[in-house]
């Protein structure tokens, strides 16, 4: 059982950074492709960036391609999303999301595959 913890957001202004974190427990992170999604009021969960269980790829959704960057660092069971350039469409709870992958490479999108889920970190930006 993997527990996943999420850290890193708060209010911020239009244009401004933040960096989430999210931290893994319980399990082997190494086995796992990761991935960062977003739930604003009323809508529904959306992928948001995605890597792969090898780090070596990654995608993004177009609102945030050039503006977020995902990392994992293995030696501290840790996922990140560089948020930079923030805007008020970005105001979403953020939550990062495990996924037992066979394949090194392979990129998850679809949170419905995703099997363990942080508790989410509110990130709101003000204009």
């Known amino acids: 059982q993997v527990q996943l913890v999420e850290s890193g957001g708060g209010l911020v202004q239009s244009g401004d950074s933040l960096r989430l974190s999210c931290a893994a427990s319980?399990?082997?992170?190494?086995?796992?492709?990761l991935g960062w999604f977003r739930q604003a009021p009323g809508k529904e969960r959306d992928p948001v960036a995605i890597?792969?269980?090898?780090?070596?790829?990654?995608d993004y959704a177009n609102s945030v391609k050039g503006r977020f960057t995902i990392s994992r660092d293995s030696s501290k069971n840790s996922v990140y999303l560089q948020m930079n350039s923030l805007k008020p469409d970005d105001t979403a709870v953020y939550y990062c999301?495990?996924?037992?992958?066979?394949?090194?490479?392979?990129?998850?999108?679809?949170?419905?595959?995703?099997?363990?889920w942080g508790q989410g970190t509110q990130v709101t930006v003000s204009s």
């Open positions: 890597i792969s269980r090898d780090g070596e790829s990654t």
């Open positions: 319980g399990g082997t992170f190494s086995f796992y492709a």
């Open positions: 999301a495990a996924k037992d992958s066979t394949f090194y490479t392979a990129l998850y999108s679809e949170p419905s595959v995703y099997n363990y």
